[in-house]
């Protein structure tokens, strides 16, 4: 039961560990100071794409 307990913390150590840093980016990023400038990149990206159907 320990050594099971002991590679559950080990595992979650490990996810902390490695997502931590990029989990802290991105609630940066999505904060909401920010987001009429990801908005406004995503309707160009959105509105600038070629149609597929068009030849």
Excluded at 25 to 41: D, R, S
Aim: no cysteine; charged share 10%; aromatic share 28%.
């Amino acid at each position: 039961m320990f050594l099971l307990l002991f590679f559950v913390l080990l595992i979650q150590f490990f996810t902390y560990w490695i997502f931590e840093p990029f989990a802290s980016f991105l609630e940066y990023v999505l904060e909401i100071k920010l987001f009429p400038i990801l908005a406004l990149i995503g309707l160009f990206f959105l509105f600038s794409a070629k149609n597929i159907e068009q030849n």
